[in-house]
Each structure stands twice: as structure tokens, then as C-alpha cells.
């Protein structure tokens, strides 16, 4: 069973005559709601194709500038097209927006949902194109270097042709060197909370030169000795050994004083 035909047509070239009906298949749970049958009847001697005309939706895209660094906008262009035989309905385009990247205006408004982009059009003619201006920015706090922004765009109509229908925005983020090294001079020159324990090694390190330095009274006399020593423990030793001077020279005037009194 099948239902009357929905369209007709006839050519004439020449010696040749074509006829074509197309109908509709009436259990289309069967063959699917996109198949349809067609009977061409040719009369006299003819060759050539029977192409079926379909939209053919093609997308692509551009950045206005090939790398960015964190905190900087960029604009992305997206340009869509029909390159088929015919207009397509219920167009809708698609743009993904990953973390790290937020949209800040475009020249066609699109619906905005979380992590989406959406642009719709209700006819989309034969050979016309269509381009979207985007300025979007790069978080300040992003880490990756490189964003990937998938497009997509789709119609109610079957297409021939869907390779053409995706496409992937790749934006290169630049890391700057000059950001990590001054954080890690930032890092170096921050001031050290918490005292560091020396090291058993580092215990038994003295310094390399000390100095000493003795003063001393004695009958009105200033006695003074001033030793530099390779170590701390040379130091207190020559400090005992000034007061030993001290200590002799205290005799040697007891002594003088005992011989004068006889």
C-alpha cells in the first residue's frame, strides 16, 4: 500500500523524456520516517545522475590572535554555511565553553546555559553563511596551556554530508616564566617564622676567628691585651692567660715593696 504521490515532474532533452513521482511509504516503522520511493521512468535513450537535493551545513572558526596569556580577552569567529541544493530548517549551532574561559559579549546574542552557547535560526538558505563575533576571557587563575572550545551545528533536515558539521577552537594559553620565577622569589625572600634547628654537624662548628680582649686595673696602671684566635676555646685560653700576666705582675710588686721596706 502506498500513498498518492506528493510531487511530479517531467524533462525534456532532446530525444529523451523523464518522468519522476516520489511517494511516501506507508509502514514507515519499518523503513524509517527519512526513506522514501521514487519511480523514474525514462523514455528513449538517455544518460545521466538523479542527485536528491539536501543541505549540506558546514562550520568553522578562528581566533583573532593565536595564544593568550591568563586574564587576557581574545575573539573567537565562527562562520556557518549551507553549501547543499537546499535551504535546511530548524538550524541550531552549539558552543561549548570549557572551565577557565567565560564569554563577554557577541554580536548575535546567543542562549546562554551553563557551559553552552546557543544560536538558532528557523531557515537556513542555500549558499548563505553566517559568522558570530565572540569576545571571551581567559581566567586569571587558569593552569592549562591550552583551551579546547567545540562547535557543532545541526538541522530537522537529513544531510549527505555530517564531517563537516563539527569543528574544535584551540586556544593556546602562554605561561608565562617571569610569573613562576617571581613567585619563587617571592618565596626565598619571605621571612623565616620558625628558627632552624642546627644540625649535629652544624653544633660542632666554631667560628673561624674570635677575638678576646682584656682590661684590667692595677695600681693605677692600665693593663690591656687584645689576642685574636682561630677558635673560641683559643679565646677564653688567651683571656686566662692575660690574667695569669696580671697575676705575676702583682708579685713582681709585692716583691719590690718587701725589698724596699728592709
Excluded: C
Excluded at 562562520?79 to 549551532?93: C, D, F, H, P
Excluded at 693593663?223 to 685574636?228: I, K
Amino acid at each position: 500500500m502506498a500513498l498518492p504521490f506528493l510531487g511530479s515532474g517531467s524533462i525534456t532533452t532532446g530525444d529523451a523524456t523523464v518522468t519522476a513521482k516520489i511517494l511516501n511509504l506507508l509502514n514507515t516503522n519499518i523503513v524509517g520516517n527519512n526513506w522514501y520511493y521514487v519511480m523514474v521512468n525514462v523514455f528513449g535513450n538517455w544518460k545521466g545522475n538523479i542527485r536528491f537535493a539536501r543541505p549540506d551545513l558546514t562550520v568553522r572558526s578562528w581566533w583573532s590572535k593565536p595564544r593568550v596569556r591568563p586574564g587576557e580577552t581574545v575573539t573567537l569567529s565562527i562562520l556557518s554555511g549551507n553549501q547543499g541544493l537546499v535551504w535546511a530548517e530548524r538550524t541550531k549551532l552549539n558552543l561549548q565553553l570549557p572551565a577557565g574561559i567565560s564569554l563577554l559579549s557577541s554580536d548575535i546574542v546567543p542562549q546562554n546555559s551553563p557551559g553552552i552557547l546557543q544560536w538558532f535560526w528557523d531557515r537556513f538558505e542555500k549558499s548563505d553563511t553566517r559568522q558570530i563575533n565572540l569576545v571571551l576571557k581567559v581566567a586569571d587563575d587558569v593552569v592549562a596551556n591550552s583551551l579546547q572550545l567545540p562547535i557543532d551545528i545541526s538541522s530537522g533536515f537529513r544531510e549527505d554530508e555530517t564531517g563537516n558539521n563539527n569543528a574544535i577552537a584551540t586556544l593556546e594559553i602562554e605561561q608565562s616564566s617571569s610569573d613562576s620565577y617571581s613567585s619563587q622569589v617571592q618565596s626565598l625572600n619571605s621571612p623565616i617564622t620558625q628558627p632552624i634547628s642546627p644540625t649535629p654537624s652544624q653544633k660542632k662548628l666554631t667560628p673561624l676567628f674570635a677575638s678576646a680582649q682584656a682590661q684590667e686595673k692595677s695600681n693605677g696602671d692600665m693593663l690591656s691585651t687584645s689576642t685574636t684566635a682561630p677558635s673560641a676555646g683559643f679565646a677564653i685560653a688567651a683571656s686566662t692567660f692575660s690574667h695569669w700576666w696580671l697575676l705575676v705582675g702583682l708579685i713582681a710588686v709585692t716583691v719590690r715593696r718587701i725589698l724596699q721596706e728592709e
